[in-house]
């Protein structure tokens, strides 16, 4: 008897262990080694040679590219996450009336959700491409334009048509999120206020908001992961260039690994990496249970 | 009369948000269709087109002898595929002690399934890197099965442990009583009524794991190793990119994918936003 309320108490960890390990082995193991990696010496065969100190550290925080780099990765994500959040609200908010051909627009706002990152960035660098790109032609015929525009004439250009690509793969996550936060709304709520003579924006930030803001939260917190780790868009355009301007810390620690050969570097930009997550998710948790004081 | 007017204007608003909306969204859709059907030398010619002059259809064809897409394409399925048996056959019992069992340190290990997604496999490729060269797996699909499955794992058991959670635990207990064990329990009873959320988590590894392109460009170089969204790159050489080949291509990679996600996409909001912090 007594041996089988042991054994039933390890149950729950038995059946929860091949999850554990596929996730200990796969996921766990290599952080422990970027960690390990970021303070030490590694050949360019990447034999991990011992402790070094902070040597690797220093090595970033002494390169301008980096900094620049840390400053795209903040911009990078600010603005995609801002601007999907809230061009997918109101995506949302249109989605959810009614009007004719809802289900076919619904349907067609998945297909950059669905598409793979890569195949979505190379047909963007085939449309803005300045000698033969689709967007030129498109406007030319339409007579919106007269000559070819080179609409990637520096760095800047690039980076910003690279946020535009993280916008739009980004969008239908942030409506679908909000529209299925939208239909758990019960319609007496604005009916009432209708009633009370609420106007539209009342309603929104009255009604509306508060309503969602659990599906708009989880929403943003993982969209601020995916964004900041995003690598795909920047790597198929531009991989970085010109002169390793358009870098974010994902293509920047690929870049110095994988082309420079200095997993040291490379290993010591993902901790920063991990550090910011960290932060920003530290910054979510003491946001969310202030919020939950607030409702008790 | 003048409530009908405003009536009016908002639905010509509403529709011209709508149509705007989808060209915008379906424009690279338009693009990689087009391209695809155009001959090459039309690719490069003096006078642009929109529409192909001549609609080329047997570039759908001319590209499995071009490269070994096909082989491309076998090994993304063999890869998405595995990787979606993994992370189900993990998940399942996983999400099952999470949601129908009490013990000790629970809720950590639902704090660390949820924090594992903040590990992008990007940021960890050093990492992961380093792994396979130990275990001898670079260049190797089941390598890339297996890290395809631990980073859906977060994904798989928030899905099915909120699936499980929306089903009354009576009647497990009901099979027990009548002498189904446990796993009898499980596999009799819960896992048929949550069949519609096993399917949708599924589906959503399934494409997750297809469309992944990081790991996979680190870790297969071998020509003959490598899924789609790698292989596509040789009609994107140095000396001359085969646009047409490269869209017709990404269409056959692209066109299933949206059908799968269309299925499954009502199930897998509610999955996302509900059942998986609190509990």
């Keep these: 008897m007594k041996k089988n309320s042991g054994l039933k108490k390890l149950a729950p960890y038995v059946w929860m262990l091949p999850s554990m390990i596929l996730m200990a082995v796969m996921i766990l193991v290599p952080i422990v080694t970027v960690f390990q990696m970021s303070m030490s010496q590694i050949t360019k065969a990447g034999v991990i ?8 550290f220093k090595a970033v925080f002494a390169s301008n590219t980096f900094w620049h780099t840390l400053q795209n990765t903040l911009v990078w994500t600010v603005v995609v996450v801002g601007f999907s959040t809230v061009i997918g609200f109101i995506v949302a908010m249109v989605l959810n009336q009614n009007f004719r051909g809802r289900k076919i627009v619904r349907a067609i706002v998945v297909f950059p959700w669905a598409t793979s990152l890569i195949i979505q960035s190379v047909i963007w660098k085939y449309i803005i491409n300045a000698d033969y790109g689709s967007l030129n032609v498109i406007l030319m015929k339409l ?14 250009a690039y980076f910003a048509w690279e946020c535009w690509i993280g916008i739009f793969v980004t969008v239908p996550f942030v409506t679908f ?16 206020a209708e009633i009370d003579g609420a106007g539209f924006w009342r309603k929104l930030f009255e009604i509306t908001l508060p309503l969602i803001r659990q599906s708009l939260t989880v929403s943003t917190v993982l969209n601020i992961i995916y964004v900041f780790n995003s690598f795909p868009i920047i790597w198929t355009i531009t991989k970085g260039d010109p002169a390793d301007r358009t870098h974010t810390l994902a293509t920047y620690l690929y870049k110095l690994s994988f082309y420079s050969g200095r997993s040291g570097q490379a290993a010591a930009v993902s901790v920063i990496g991990f550090v910011i997550l960290c932060f920003c998710a530290g910054i979510y948790m003491i946001l969310s249970l202030r919020a939950e004081k607030e409702d008790q | 009369m003048k409530k009908n007017k405003k009536e009016l ?9 709508v149509i705007v909306l989808c060209v915008v969204i379906l424009y690279p859709y338009f693009v990689m269709f087009t391209t695809a059907a155009k001959d090459r030398s039309e690719m490069y010619a003096l006078e642009m087109t929109v529409l192909p002059l001549k609609w080329k259809w047997s570039n759908f064809i001319e590209i499995w002898s071009a490269a070994p897409v096909l082989r491309y394409f076998l090994n993304s399925v063999f890869v998405a595929g595995g990787a979606t048996c993994v992370a189900i056959l993990c998940g399942i ?10 013990f000790k340190g629970k809720t950590v290990f639902l704090g660390l399934v949820i924090m594992s997604q903040m590990f992008a496999p990007v940021v960890l490729l050093v990492g992961i890197y380093k792994l396979m060269t130990t275990l001898k797996m670079v260049n190797n699909l089941v390598g890339l099965i297996l890290l395809n499955a631990a980073f859906n794992q977060a994904f798989a ?11 009354s635990p009576e009647m497990e207990q009901a099979a027990k009583i009548d002498g189904c064990g446990m796993v009898g329990a499980l596999v009799r009873v819960l896992l048929p009524m949550a069949a519609p959320g096993i399917v949708t988590t599924l589906i959503f590894v399934f494409i997750n794991s297809w469309n992944e392109y990081t790991m996979a460009l680190t870790l297969m170089s071998t020509d003959t190793l490598k899924p789609i969204t790698v292989g596509i790159n040789v009609f994107y050489g140095f000396n001359m990119i085969q646009w047409q080949y490269l869209f017709a291509t990404s269409l056959f990679a692209t066109v299933p994918v949206i059908i799968l996600f269309l299925c499954i996409e009502k199930h897998l909001v509610a999955g996302l936003t509900s059942g998986g912090v609190k509990g």
């Design chain 1, 49 to 56: 040679k011992g402790f070094n100190g902070g040597a690797n």
């Design chain 2, 93 to 102: 019992p996983a999400a099952y002690a999470m949601s129908r069992m009490q």
């Design chain 2, 157 to 167: 058991i928030w899905l099915l442990r909120g699936t499980f959670l929306t089903i």
């Design chain 1, 177 to 192: 999120c909000v529209l299925s936060g939208l239909q758990s709304i019960d319609d007496t709520y604005y009916e009432a």
């Design chain 2, 9 to 17: 204007i908002k639905k010509i608003a509403l529709y011209l948000f």
């Design chain 1, 143 to 156: 007579g919106i334009i007269k000559s070819a525009v080179n609409w990637t004439p520096g760095a800047n």
